[in-house]
């Protein structure tokens, strides 16, 4: 006895849920690597890349990343390890493609201490080439920019983030 024949259109759609449920799985593995190795700075440099990458070719999945504590890991691993011009470049651009997705997860980022991240990274010149592009979606989050009043950040900083700009 021959089995049925599948919808292609059913087994599509099963097949694009399949490899949704296994992106989510493997962004929950990076952000509990990234907790559970707080001061391994390989680990954070690593997840920082991965989740850019994610978020940069899955544009759908900037909720999962940050539901997920994604955005908190981000941050996390540039507070943690502000010494490392390589975790703060990597790190900033995750933010940034994160941040270009919407307001929402500007505002996210903005509440969750982005900007003091972006800021403090800025200010130890570990991410000169981040800085010199001068292009965080950040800077033209009205609610972002009430946080960096509120921070009462220097002069320059609200020049680069397009509050006296």
């Known amino acids: 006895m021959r089995g049925e024949e599948t919808d292609p259109a059913v087994s599509a759609e099963q097949g694009i849920v399949s490899l949704f449920l296994a992106i989510a799985s493997g962004i929950m593995a990076i952000i509990t690597a990234t907790e559970t190795h707080l001061a391994v700075a390989p680990i954070q440099l ?44 990597r790190a900033c651009f995750a933010l940034d493609t994160l941040a270009s997705r ?10 969750g201490g982005g900007i003091k991240a972006i800021v ?14 001068r292009k965080f979606p950040l800077m033209h989050c009205t609610t972002c920019q009430s946080r960096i009043l509120t921070y009462k950040l220097p002069l320059p900083t609200l020049v680069l983030f397009g509050r006296l700009a």
């Open 102 to 111: 919407g307001p929402n997860i500007q505002i996210s980022i903005a509440d």
């Open 120 to 133: 403090a990274a800025m200010e130890k010149k570990s991410i000169q080439r981040v800085q010199m592009s």
């Open 46 to 89: 690593h997840a920082c890349v991965a989740l850019h990458a994610l978020a940069f070719k899955n544009p759908d999945i900037e909720t999962t990343i940050a539901d997920g504590g994604g955005i908190k890991a981000i941050i996390t691993a540039m507070e943690m390890h502000l010494g490392s011009a390589d975790i703060q470049e």
